[in-house]
């Protein structure tokens, strides 16, 4: 059992070899583009959990799946392999927003147990709040930024991938960057323009095109997430649709509800 101030603790459920492995930062961010890169490699990569990671601080829930109870932070991981290439790969992944109060803890157990396990580097995708309709574009950008030159270097020789050089990242990818530039170890933060109001399926594909390129390698099909990005915005398309017309006959709206969480 990991502990950190004694308010954040990772139960390992099952030990794995995650040395020089990728540990990927699950926790909900802008657009949900984390959230929804998480789980989308659990998916893909038929990752297993293997551990659980708990606070008095987190909500009091149980997640129900297949009959089988779940806290609502846990870590999948597994070892994956791709002809001759493989890869060791350990995710973090939550159902709820961490309180403020939370955010350096996590970040900060996350490391420490990242540490513990030898592994290489820790990825965080990130949402860049945009006020423009992203999905009118012809190509989402995507940014990148190392807590360590090792961790630049990572995305550095790909012209595609556009360096952060400045803004502000907040929440567990910031302390995650703070914390490892203090320790000398290697975070990579991976960002991609994502809409606020409602979960960005196209930012998240966009994202995990720029972490295969750069770190996993594994060919990842993103097509179903453009796919669900579509079907998001003409959802949302149609919403607004029937919101402007309810507006002329001065019928009263509800605000738009979360599709997630």
Same mark, same amino acid.
């Given at each position: 059992? *990991?502990?950190?101030?004694?308010?954040?603790?990772?139960?390992?459920?099952?030990?794995?070899?995650?040395?020089?492995?990728?540990?990927?930062?699950?926790?909900?961010?802008?657009?949900?583009?984390?959230?929804?890169?998480?789980?989308?490699?659990?998916?893909?990569?038929?990752?297993?959990?293997?551990?659980?990671?708990?606070?008095?601080?987190?909500?009091?829930?149980?997640?129900?799946?297949?009959?089988?109870?779940?806290?609502?932070?846990?870590?999948?991981?597994?070892?994956?392999?791709?002809?001759?290439?493989?890869?060791?790969?350990?995710?973090?992944?939550?159902?709820?927003?961490?309180?403020?109060?939370?955010?350096?803890?996590?970040?900060?157990?996350?490391?420490?147990?990242?540490?513990?396990?030898?592994?290489?580097?820790?990825?965080?995708?990130?949402?860049?709040?945009?006020?423009?309709?992203?999905?009118?574009?012809?190509?989402?950008?995507?940014?990148?930024?190392?807590?360590?030159?090792?961790?630049?270097?990572?995305?550095?020789?790909? *012209?595609?991938? *556009?360096?952060?050089?400045?803004?502000?990242?907040?929440?567990?990818?910031?302390?995650?960057?703070?914390?490892?530039?203090?320790?000398?170890?290697?975070?990579?933060?991976?960002?991609?323009?994502?809409?606020?109001?409602?979960?960005?399926?196209?930012?998240?594909?966009?994202?995990?095109?720029?972490?295969?390129?750069?770190?996993?390698?594994?060919?990842?099909?993103?097509?179903?997430?453009?796919?669900?990005?579509?079907?998001?915005?003409?959802?949302?398309?149609?919403?607004?649709?029937?919101? *402007?017309?309810?507006?002329?006959?001065?019928?009263?709206?509800?605000?738009?509800?979360?599709?997630?969480?």
């Amino acid at each position: 059992m *990991e502990q950190n101030d004694n308010t954040v603790e990772i139960h390992e459920l099952k030990a794995i070899d995650l040395r020089d492995g990728v540990i990927v930062d699950g926790f909900p961010s802008v657009g949900l583009v984390s959230s929804i890169v998480a789980n989308y490699l659990i998916s893909m990569m038929g990752l297993e959990q293997i551990g659980i990671v708990d606070s008095p601080y987190f909500p009091t829930i149980s997640l129900i799946r297949n009959r089988e109870p779940n806290n609502p932070v846990r870590i999948y991981g597994g070892k994956i392999k791709d002809g001759d290439k493989s890869l060791k790969i350990a995710i973090f992944v939550s159902e709820f927003q961490s309180p403020p109060n939370m955010i350096k803890p996590i970040a900060v157990s996350m490391l420490n147990w990242a540490q513990k396990q030898r592994a290489s580097l820790i990825v965080s995708p990130e949402g860049l709040a945009v006020e423009d309709d992203t999905s009118k574009k012809e190509e989402i950008k995507a940014y990148a930024v190392g807590s360590t030159i090792p961790a630049r270097l990572y995305f550095e020789p790909y *012209e595609e991938i *556009e360096p952060f050089d400045e803004g502000v990242i907040t929440g567990v990818a910031g302390v995650l960057l703070n914390e490892g530039k203090k320790r000398g170890f290697d975070v990579l933060s991976v960002l991609s323009e994502a809409h606020q109001a409602y979960p960005d399926a196209r930012a998240a594909a966009r994202v995990i095109e720029a972490m295969d390129q750069t770190v996993l390698q594994m060919d990842i099909d993103t097509k179903p997430l453009y796919t669900e990005a579509e079907i998001i915005e003409e959802s949302i398309k149609k919403f607004q649709q029937q919101k *402007e017309a309810a507006e002329k006959r001065g019928i009263p709206q509800r605000p738009l509800p979360p599709m997630y969480g």
